[in-house]
């Protein structure tokens, strides 16, 4: 459809950059998705006791890992479906920062990962180039 080479960011790869992923896919767009963090941060049984895992962790071993720790809890709170679905787009989170591709447009779903992107662009630790779109939203 389009040679726009779009990035979709937030900060652990999972929930919106990964919806926005899938829809603009569905769509034809040329699209990526990725995190800024150092690591994917899932909600666990409390907000003082997250999941956390790497970024070579696929989704399909969160999601394993998750059933193990308490299926129940995570089909209710919506992880193990988000999961599901991450796992059909692609098999792992992937961090920005280990990419190498350059981005015509590059979406950011929260303003510290804005922040982070910009500051990675004239800081040279992001392949970014200078006519690069970046917006947040």
Same mark, same amino acid.
């Given at each position: 459809?389009?040679?726009? *080479?779009?990035?979709?960011?937030?900060?652990? @790869?999972?929930?919106?950059? =990964?919806?926005?992923?899938?829809?603009?896919? +569905?769509?034809?767009?040329?699209?990526?998705?990725?995190?800024?963090?150092?690591?994917?941060?899932?909600?666990?049984?409390?907000?003082?006791?997250?999941?956390?895992?790497?970024?070579?962790?696929?989704?399909?071993?969160?999601?394993?890992?998750?059933?193990? *720790?308490?299926?129940?809890?995570?089909?209710? @709170?919506?992880?193990?479906? =988000?999961?599901?679905?991450?796992?059909?787009? +692609?098999?792992?989170?992937?961090?920005?920062?280990?990419?190498?591709?350059?981005?015509?447009?590059?979406?950011?779903?929260?303003?510290?990962?804005?922040?982070?992107?910009?500051?990675?662009?004239?800081?040279?630790?992001?392949?970014?180039?200078?006519?690069?779109?970046?917006?947040?939203?």
């Amino acid at each position: 459809m389009s040679s726009l *080479k779009i990035a979709v960011v937030c900060s652990s @790869n999972q929930n919106r950059s =990964m919806e926005a992923h899938k829809f603009l896919s +569905k769509k034809g767009f040329d699209v990526c998705s990725f995190g800024t963090n150092g690591h994917v941060k899932i909600p666990g049984p409390s907000a003082t006791q997250p999941n956390i895992y790497s970024f070579d962790t696929t989704y399909d071993e969160m999601s394993q890992d998750l059933v193990e *720790k308490d299926n129940l809890l995570y089909t209710q @709170n919506g992880m193990l479906h =988000m999961l599901e679905r991450n796992k059909r787009i +692609k098999a792992k989170p992937e961090r920005f920062q280990d990419s190498d591709i350059l981005f015509d447009l590059i979406v950011t779903c929260e303003e510290r990962v804005y922040d982070q992107v910009v500051e990675g662009r004239h800081k040279s630790r992001f392949a970014v180039s200078e006519s690069s779109c970046i917006i947040y939203l």
